[in-house]
Nanobody, 121 residues
Framework: QAQLVESGGGLVQAGGSLSLSCIAS????????MGWYRQAPGKQRELVAT???????NYADSVKGRFTISRDNPKRTIYLQMNSLQPEDTAVYYC???????????????WGHGTQVTVSS
């Protein structure tokens, strides 16, 4: 059964750093695009970063230069290194996995349950 479990969230002061981890099971990682989303109170969920099966990355403008997404397929783990954190980064962060389904010709998507990141000023 597909499962994504996030960890590493917590409380930090503005300017500090956190590293999030996502351990995947029951998912074929070698051809999956992985990503991180976040959702702040009262706001819709937004894309933070993605990394493809060949290592190409994409970031939201708000986190470019501060966040780094990476993956380690043998460890079945996806990371999000967050530096220079700001209060606006406060949100629940979710890990995602997306794999092309050749039968439906669309993506199969999976979501973790999230980890809380709180940045104080």
């Amino acid at each position: 059964q597909a499962q994504l479990v996030e960890s590493g969230g917590g409380l930090v002061q503005a300017g500090g750093s956190l590293s999030l981890s996502c351990i995947a099971s029951g998912i074929i990682l070698s051809d999956s695009t992985m990503g991180w989303y976040r959702q702040a109170p009262g706001k819709q969920r937004e894309l933070v970063a993605t990394i493809t099966s060949v290592g190409s990355t994409n970031y939201a403008d708000s986190v470019k230069g501060r966040f780094t997404i990476s993956r380690d397929n043998p460890k079945r783990t996806i990371y999000l290194q967050m530096n220079s954190l700001q209060p606006e980064d406060t949100a629940v962060y979710y890990c995602t996995a997306n794999r092309w389904n050749s039968r439906t010709r669309w993506r199969d998507s999976y979501w973790g349950h999230g980890t809380q990141v709180t940045v104080s000023s």
